[in-house]
Nanobody, 129 residues
Framework: QVQLVESGGGSVQAGGSLRLSCTAS????????MGWFRQAPGKGREGVAI????????VYADSVKGRFTISQDNAKNTVYLQMNGLRSEDTGMYYC??????????????????????WGQGILVTVSS
């Protein structure tokens, strides 16, 4: 059974930084698709960033390009989301997702539509202005 455990959330002032971590267990980490999503209060879930754990290729939402970086440590089965230049609109619950369907790494929409995705429990990020 796949387990995804997020950590690193919290509260920060606008312009600040946070790093989220997602550690995976229960499946073969390498060569799969992992990503970060977020959900602001009263809004739907939004894809933020994807990484293909095989080659390390990445995809970002336009709203976070240049500010957020997704990376990985294969030895630790862990994916990170470094968030710099945080804005109040970045506030929300952040979720880690994993898919063994590699084609879902091609776009945020594809990963969002994954019926067999595994999900973390979510972690709260609050950015105050």
């Amino acid at each position: 059974q796949v387990q995804l455990v997020e950590s690193g959330g919290g509260s920060v002032q606008a312009g600040g930084s946070l790093r989220l971590s997602c550690t995976a267990s229960g499946y073969t980490y390498s060569g799969n698709c992992m990503g970060w999503f977020r959900q602001a209060p009263g809004k739907g879930r939004e894809g933020v960033a994807i990484i293909y754990t095989g080659a390390g290729t990445t995809v970002y939402a336009d709203s976070v390009k240049g500010r957020f970086t997704i990376s990985q440590d294969n030895a630790k089965n862990t994916v990170y989301l470094q968030m710099n230049g945080l804005r109040s609109e970045d506030t929300g619950m952040y979720y880690c997702a994993a898919s063994t369907q590699v084609f879902r790494c091609l776009s945020l929409d594809r990963l969002t539509d994954g019926e067999h995705n595994s999900w973390g429990q979510g972690i709260l990020v609050t950015v105050s202005s």
